[in-house]
C-alpha cells in the first residue's frame, strides 16, 4: 500500500516526468506497456492483436492538457487514427481522456472536441470510449457524456469499482442504455469517495458486473484479476448469457497469457493499446498497481 501511493504521488510530480522522459534508457522500459511514440508503431500492435483473434482500443497518450490548441491538437491526432484504423480496416476503436481533450479548461471545449472525435468514429462505424479519470472529473465527465449521447450511439463510458457512488451511476445508466467498461479505478482517491480496501472494491465490481451483464447491453469488463474474470464466466454460463455479449478488456503488456486463453475459449477480448510520446503518468500508474514491476524496470534499465 505505501509503494502503491508513494508510485501513484510520483505519477503527478512533473519535474521528475520532465527528467526521466530525457533518459533514453528510461524509454527503453516503457515498451512494456506502451506501444510506441508513433502511429504506424502502435498500429503494428494492433495489427498483430487482430491476427490472434483480439480486438483493440486506441488510447493517444496525454491527459491535463492546460490550453485550447494543445487539446485541438488531440482532436487532429484522433482524426488521424481513426483514418488509420478505416484504411487499414483494424478491428479497433479509440479511448479518449476528458482532460486531454480540455476538460480542465472549460466543459463546452472538452464537449466540442469529443463531439468532433465521436463524430469522425461514427462516420467509420468505430466506437469511442471515454475513460474516466480522478473523482473530481465524475460529474462533469458523466454530464458531458450524456450530451454526447443524446446525438450519437459509438460511445461509451468507464465506471470505477472503487467509488461509492459507482452503484447508483451504474443504475442509472443501464436505465438510459448506455455502455459502460467496468474497471477497478486507478487513481489515488480519499476515503471519503473511495473504498480504501481492496477487498471492497472487488466485491464491488462484482455486484456492478452482475448488473450490467444482466440488462443485455453490450458491455466490456476491464480487468486483469482472475477471481473477477472467473466471476463473470460463471455468472454468465448459470444465467445463460452468450460468450459474445460482452468482452473482456486488458491493458497493452498485461497478462497476455490470459488474454489469449480468453479469446481462445470464445470471448470477446479487447485490448487497450496506447502510445504517444507523453508517457509518464500512464506508465506510473501501471507500475503502482502492481510495485513488483518497479523490479522489472530496474533490471531492464541496467541491461544492455
Ligand atoms: C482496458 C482497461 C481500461 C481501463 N480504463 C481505466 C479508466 O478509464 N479509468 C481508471 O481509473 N482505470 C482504468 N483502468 C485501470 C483499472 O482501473 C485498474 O487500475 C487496473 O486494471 C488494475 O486492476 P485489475 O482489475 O487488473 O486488478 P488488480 O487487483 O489490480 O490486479 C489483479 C492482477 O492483475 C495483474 N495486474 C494488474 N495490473 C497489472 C500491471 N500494471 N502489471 C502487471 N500485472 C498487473 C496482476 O497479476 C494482479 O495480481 C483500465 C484498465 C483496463 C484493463
Redesign the pocket.
Known amino acids: 500500500m505505501v509503494a502503491k501511493n508513494a508510485l501513484l504521488y510520483l505519477s503527478r510530480q512533473e519535474g521528475l516526468k520532465n527528467v526521466l522522459t530525457k533518459m533514453k534508457i528510461f524509454n527503453k522500459v516503457t515498451k512494456r ?1 506502451v506501444a510506441g511514440e508513433t502511429i504506424e508503431q502502435a498500429v503494428e500492435v494492433v495489427k498483430e492483436l487482430n491476427s490472434r483473434g483480439i480486438a483493440a ?1 486506441f488510447d493517444h497518450l496525454g491527459e491535463s492538457i492546460k490550453n485550447e490548441a494543445e487539446a485541438n491538437a488531440e482532436v487532429e491526432e484522433y482524426a488521424r487514427i481513426l483514418d488509420t484504423i478505416n484504411e487499414r480496416d483494424l478491428k479497433c476503436g479509440v ?1 479518449i ?1 476528458p482532460t486531454q481533450l480540455g476538460l480542465d479548461i472549460n466543459f463546452d471545449l472538452f464537449v466540442k472536441n469529443a463531439s468532433k472525435i465521436v463524430e469522425k468514429a461514427a462516420s467509420c462505424k468505430r466506437f469511442v ?6 473523482s473530481g472529473h465524475t460529474d462533469a465527465t458523466l454530464q458531458a457524456f450524456r450530451q454526447l449521447r443524446s446525438k450519437f450511439d459509438n460511445v461509451g463510458i ?1 465506471i ?3 467509488l461509492y457512488r459507482s452503484k447508483a451511476d451504474v443504475e442509472a445508466l443501464l436505465k438510459e442504455g448506455a455502455s459502460i ?1 467496468l ?5 489515488d482517491e480519499p476515503a471519503s469517495v473511495a473504498f480504501p480496501k ?1 477487498s471492497d472494491t ?1 466485491a464491488n ?1 462484482i455486484v456492478l458486473m452482475q448488473m450490467m451483464l444482466d440488462s443485455g447491453i453490450y458491455h ?1 469488463l ?7 474474470i472467473n466471476a463473470a464466466v460463471e455468472y454468465t454460463a448459470k444465467k445463460g448469457i452468450d460468450k459474445k455479449a460482452f468482452e473482456f ?3 497493452y ?3 497476455r497469457d490470459l488474454q489469449e486463453k480468453l479469446a481462445r475459449e470464445g470471448y470477446n477480448v ?3 493499446v496506447p502510445y504517444g510520446s507523453h508517457w509518464y503518468p500512464y506508465f506510473m ?6 510495485p ?2 518497479v523490479w522489472f524496470v530496474l533490471k531492464n534499465m541496467f541491461k544492455g
Request: aromatic fraction near 10%.
Open positions: 506497456f482500443s479511448s481522456k470510449r471515454i475513460d474516466m479519470e480522478d468507464v470505477q469499482a472503487y467498461r474497471c477497478k479505478g486507478a487513481y481492496k472487488d465490481y466490456g476491464a480487468t486483469h484479476d482472475e477471481a473477477m478488456q486488458m491493458l503488456g498485461v497478462r479487447r485490448v487497450y500508474r501501471r507500475l503502482a498497481e502492481r513488483a514491476n
